[in-house]
C-alpha cells in the first residue's frame, strides 16, 4: 500500500516548491494530495504534515518532514 501524504496548501509555514520534491524523494510511491486539510488552527502556528493517518506538526517546515519520515512505510517491492 502507497503511503498517503497530505499537505495544506494555505498552510504559513510550507512552501510547496520545496516541500513537495522533498515529500517525493521521501516516499516515492506517495500519494500526495495537496490542499486544505482543515485544521487551520494548528495550521496557523506550525508547519504540519497529515501522513499515513498521523498529523506531524513541527515550527519548521524541514522538522515537520523529519518527522514525518518516521511514519513513511517502506515500500514493498515484488
Do not use: W
Not at 501524504?5 to 516541500?19: L, Y
Not at 482543515?38 to 517546515?61: D, H, K, L, M, Q
Request: aromatic share 6%; charged share 30%; hydrophobic share 35%.
Amino acid at each position: 500500500m502507497a503511503n498517503d501524504i497530505r499537505i495544506c496548501d494555505k498552510c504559513k509555514h510550507m512552501k510547496m516548491k520545496t516541500a513537495l520534491p522533498k515529500l517525493r524523494k521521501l516516499a516515492p510511491d506517495a500519494d500526495i494530495k495537496v490542499g486544505c486539510k482543515s485544521y487551520c488552527g494548528p495550521c496557523s502556528r506550525a508547519a504540519f504534515i497529515f501522513v499515513n493517518g498521523r498529523y506531524v506538526t513541527a515550527p519548521t517546515e524541514d522538522e515537520a518532514i523529519e518527522k514525518a519520515s518516521k511514519h513513511i512505510k517502506a515500500a514493498a517491492y515484488k
